[in-house]
């Protein structure tokens, strides 16, 4: 990938909602912003105003916290041929689409390409949110908080009726015991246990993702995309992308697809200029009518342990069965 501006839309898609994460780790935005003017500006600009007056999507803001926190030790260090791929100034107006405004102004766009990303947003969270699910479900009581208390649940308590009651602990991907789902996660007393509890699991978290991040390949563009998608799967993958609903999809699972669905947008935007329709404050993003950016396909491999297990050579098949 050497188009510069494609690789921004794709890792800005890619690190959308990294905010999620941090700010689950991290204290509360008003005691983080209350000291630097910088940042308790970009929290008015980022963050929309939800029905209850306050900042909401507050996620967004870490995100943009994410990148400058980052910035020299890790994006501006990006080579494709030698050369820088991104220049990060934290000081660049919320118009201008650099790496960090094209992640965080996801739910407030100020520019075509922030709004692309918003829309592909919203394209991946329709495939994992299915509101109707938690009718059939008993959820527990979280009390306050809940966005750094809700575990992520197993996909297997939709079957049977929703018996399995299952949840992931919050650990990086192993091979131990720890990995899979168990209803030990269930029994804990969300509501009066103190946050703080949960914010020390996630802190142990982002801070193993943030040491392995400034180690990654920084030599190409490429290297370091492939790089961070391992790192972020590694991490994130027991991490609820939602906590609203039924939060079975993991933040791994949404960043990734986030950022597939943006390159298209990107790419076929690009091949048919005026396809993307967005009007700031007038008309959400969009495709016009007739285009369609993307394809999704599902298939079956029917037969397939028919094909494996009938190969002809000596000694094949034992080898395929283990």
């Given amino acids: 990938m050497t188009d510069n501006k494609r690789a921004e839309v794709y890792l800005a898609a890619l690190l ?3 905010g999620k994460f941090y700010q689950r780790a991290d204290n509360l935005i008003a005691e983080v912003v209350k000291d630097n003017q910088h940042l308790k500006l970009l929290s008015e600009m980022i963050c929309p105003i939800n ?33 820088e791929v991104f220049y990060l100034n934290k000081y660049d107006g919320r118009s201008d689409d650099n790496l960090p405004n094209l992640a965080a102004f996801h739910h407030k766009p100020q520019t075509k390409l922030q709004a692309m990303i918003q829309l592909a947003d919203w394209w991946s969270s329709g495939m ?7 009718e059939k479900e008993e959820a527990p009581d979280y009390g306050k908080f809940r966005y750094k208390k809700v575990p992520m649940f197993s996909p297997f308590n939709s079957i049977n009726n929703g018996n399995f009651s299952n949840a992931y602990s919050f650990v990086p991907l192993s091979l131990t015991d720890q990995c899979f789902p168990s209803d030990g996660m269930l029994k804990t007393d969300f509501k009066n246990t103190d946050r703080k509890i949960f914010e020390e699991k996630y802190q142990e978290l982002w801070k193993g993702f943030t040491e392995r991040l400034r180690e990654l390949p920084r030599d190409s563009f490429s290297g370091f995309a492939e790089s961070l998608l391992f790192l972020l799967k590694n991490f994130t993958w027991t991490i609820p992308a939602s906590t609203n609903d039924m939060a079975d999809v993991s933040l791994y699972e949404h960043l990734k697809t986030t950022a597939a669905i943006a390159d298209c947008f990107y790419q076929y935007e690009d091949e048919m200029p005026e396809s993307f329709v967005w009007e700031k ?8 009518e007739g285009n369609y950016p993307l394809m999704l396909c599902c298939w079956d491999l029917s037969g397939i342990q028919d094909f494996l297990y009938n190969i002809a050579g000596s000694k094949a098949a034992v080898s395929l069965k283990g």
Avoid: C, M
């Fill in 16 to 18: 959308h909602d990294i």
């Fill in 51 to 83: 029905d209850s007056g306050s900042f909401g999507y507050q996620h967004a803001f870490w995100t943009y916290k994410f990148f400058e926190d980052n910035a020299d030790k890790v994006f501006n260090k990006i080579k494709e041929n030698g050369k």
């Fill in 128 to 134: 994992e949110r299915v509101t109707e699910r938690l």
């Fill in 281 to 288: 404050g007038v008309k959400k993003p969009n495709f016009s």
